[in-house]
């Protein structure tokens, strides 16, 4: 079935650094979305991308979706304390019904 | 709006007993789904609706059962609990036509022992 792999699992940087996460799909997706959850919270929705190569940026963050629509990054520059916590992306296939997971990245900043 | 809501926020339950864990949305949001989280697995889809009296199987969708009767209400039943199904359970929501945003509950952390 569908598969999104995410890495890393843990991220662990001083405030100041930047942080990166990847996500990988087995198949073609029909767009992708990335949410953020904070310690003990739920997942909140950050952005979605949808066109092959798209880039869009919020702010410090940037997100990116591959050419081929398999692969899609976040990026932030400059971490802060209150970037803490859990990034997930969510990929839609051809069932644009059913969304799948990675199993997300943990970023921890230390100040 | 009090967006999506869920009940209890914690459950102890034996292996065996049933439950009903219930979601509900005040956003008039056609699409409804419930999700479990495990540590190290991220959130796994396990039934969702695209509207009321419409129901579908996500990827882990065996041991639940779900209805839909009104577009509120979306309650996920646990028919017989298992220890496999200690987890967090998150509803979320959407609004078809829109950028498919998922506005998500507060989840409900459930325990069988």
């Known amino acids: 079935g569908q598969q999104v792999m995410q890495i890393p699992q843990y991220q662990h940087v001083q405030e100041g650094e930047d942080f990166t996460t990847y996500c990988n799909s087995s198949?073609?997706?029909?767009?992708i979305q990335w949410y953020k959850q904070r310690p003990g919270g739920h997942p909140v929705f950050l952005i979605q991308?949808?066109?092959?190569?798209e880039v869009k940026k919020q702010k410090r963050l940037t997100f990116q979706f591959g050419e081929a629509k398999k692969n899609s990054s976040l990026h932030i520059t400059a971490t802060q304390t209150t970037d803490v916590g859990t990034y997930f992306c969510a990929g839609r296939g051809n069932n644009f019904n059913k969304f799948y997971f990675g199993s997300g990245t943990k970023l921890n900043v230390k100040p | 709006n009090a967006g999506v809501t869920q009940t209890p926020k914690f459950q102890v339950l034996k292996t065996g007993q049933s439950m009903t864990l219930q979601c509900a949305q005040d956003m008039n949001h056609e699409y409804m789904s419930w999700y479990r989280q495990d540590p190290g697995m991220g959130l796994r889809l396990i039934h969702y609706?695209?509207?009321?009296?419409?129901?579908d199987q996500g990827e882990v969708p065996n041991g639940y059962n779900v209805s839909r009767s009104t577009t509120e209400d979306f309650p996920l039943r646990l028919l017989s609990a298992a220890p496999s199904q200690t987890s967090v359970y998150f509803c979320a929501s959407i609004r078809t036509g829109g950028n498919y945003e998922q506005y998500f509950g507060p989840g409900t952390r459930l325990t069988v022992t």
């Open positions: 991308l949808v066109k092959s190569g």
């Open positions: 609706s695209v509207g009321a009296g419409i129901t």
């Open positions: 198949t073609t997706l029909s767009n």
